[in-house]
């Protein structure tokens, strides 16, 4: 009586029951399909460790790939007035050097002002949190107690010795940092100026390697929405940020803080970094709260506010703009934020999103691939 319910409720599910007597449960493994997956995960783990070892060589190239994708429409409005390519591609890589630098010049001097104070403006910053003193004490007191009941004795009864090793200089690190991001930045523009001119050249001799006229379609499908959803993507998220940008540093010279281009600035290169950069944005500006204004209030309505203006942001106007395009799995954007930032750091937590919203559109053309890009769908 059991089996013959189990077996009418497969049948409504549209499942078909065994008739040969072969049970459910055991599933018959072709071994060639087994190795070919085999094979497969090692080609991938293969991919990830090379990618995470030569970091410093393939970031500039994908963010010279992202940057192709933003100034698209810039070069194809160039296109339509009848500028050569090379001349497009001279001029955008022209724009694009020239507001690095005069963004660099208007932001090193209060940058440097910023972080010169840094050294004597930490016991003040230990002032205003005076408040939190009492309740740390108590929990540095009960880690204190925890330690003794979980310690061991050295053998002479004493505790064991305490090595303190001298670490770079805060200077050091700046400019060795400073150092990267310059030659980082040539690399991607140099990488990027070759990109704008060669324009669908790869595109074209890809589909003249494909051997079939069904397969030179699909690239050419995967090709032109790969490019129209992750360019609207980039540009939309960059004049929302830009306005965030705007309304942070406006917001910034309201309260008094001062410098309002620079903590723009800050605003809107946090706000590429999803998630992670506006929890680091609250924390940056609470602390320069600290340092600008005498009581505790002021600073917290300098974070509020800044919190504020990201969640109408990202919970509000960005999803509204972006919800036609494309729409990710949230937890998988988590998981590959995490990945990513593993694995090259802020830069790769930049480009997370753009990646995993690429993987979603391949695997969406690629049958064997659809229900990948069903599971990493919203």
Same mark, same amino acid.
């Given at each position: 009586m059991a089996d013959e319910t189990l077996a009418s409720e497969l049948l409504e599910a549209g499942e078909a029951v065994p008739t040969d007597g072969t049970p459910d449960d055991v599933t018959v493994v072709d071994p060639v399909k087994y190795q070919s997956i085999v094979l497969t995960a090692i080609l991938i783990l293969l991919v990830f460790y090379t990618l995470y070892?030569?970091?410093?060589?393939?970031?500039?190239?994908?963010?010279?790939?992202?940057?192709?994708?933003?100034?698209?429409?810039?070069?194809?409005f160039l296109g339509k007035v009848h500028i050569p390519e090379p001349v497009a591609g001279f001029l955008m890589i022209l724009v694009l050097f020239a507001s690095f630098v005069g963004l660099f010049s208007s932001l090193?001097?209060?940058?440097t002002e910023w972080f010169g104070k840094l050294p004597q403006t930490l016991p003040r910053i230990e002032q205003r949190l005076s408040v939190l003193k009492e309740p740390l004490a108590r929990f540095h007191d009960a880690t204190k107690e925890l330690s003794k009941v979980t310690d061991t004795a050295t053998p002479e009864g004493g505790s064991p010795p305490v090595v303190v090793q001298q670490g770079p200089a805060i200077g050091?690190?700046?400019?060795?940092?400073t150092q990267?991001?310059?030659?980082?930045?040539?690399?991607?523009?140099?990488?990027?100026?070759? !990109?704008? %001119?060669?324009?669908?050249? +790869?595109?074209?001799? /890809?589909?003249? #390697?494909?051997?079939?006229?069904?397969?030179?379609?699909?690239?050419?499908?995967?090709?032109?929405?790969?490019?129209?959803?992750?360019?609207?993507?980039?540009?939309?998220?960059s004049g929302m940020n830009l306005l965030v940008g705007i309304a942070v540093g406006t917001a910034a010279y309201l309260f008094g803080l001062g410098d309002g281009l620079l903590?723009?600035?800050?605003?809107?290169?946090?706000?590429?970094?999803?998630?992670?950069?506006?929890?680091?944005?609250i924390v940056l500006f609470f602390l320069a709260g600290l340092l600008a204004f005498d009581n505790l209030l002021t600073a917290g309505l300098l974070a509020g506010t800044y919190l504020g203006i990201h969640l109408i942001e990202g919970e509000v106007v960005t999803p509204m703009l972006l919800a036609?395009?494309?729409?990710?799995?949230?937890? !998988?954007? %988590?998981?590959?934020?995490? +990945?990513?930032?593993? /694995?090259?750091? #802020?830069?790769?937590?930049?480009?997370?999103?753009?990646?995993?919203?690429?993987?979603?559109?391949?695997?969406?053309?690629?049958?064997p691939l659809a229900p990948v890009g069903h599971f990493i769908g919203g």
């Open positions: 070892f030569t970091r410093e060589v393939v970031t500039p190239i994908f963010f010279a790939v992202l940057l192709k994708l933003l100034l698209r429409p810039a070069m194809r090193a001097g209060p940058a050091g690190i700046l400019l060795t940092s990267a991001l310059l030659t980082g930045l040539l690399e991607t523009l140099i990488v990027l100026f070759f !990109l704008l %001119i060669a324009g669908d050249v +790869f595109l074209r001799k /890809m589909v003249e #390697v494909l051997p079939r006229l069904r397969d030179k379609k699909r690239a050419v499908a995967i090709s032109q929405e790969v490019e129209k959803n992750i360019s609207a993507y980039l540009v939309t998220i903590w723009g600035v800050v605003a809107f290169l946090l706000n590429y970094v999803p998630i992670l950069g506006p929890m680091s944005g036609r395009r494309f729409t990710l799995n949230p937890v !998988l954007v %988590i998981i590959s934020l995490i +990945f990513w930032y593993w /694995m090259w750091g #802020v830069p790769g937590a930049i480009i997370s999103v753009p990646i995993l919203a690429t993987t979603k559109i391949i695997c969406d053309h690629i049958r």
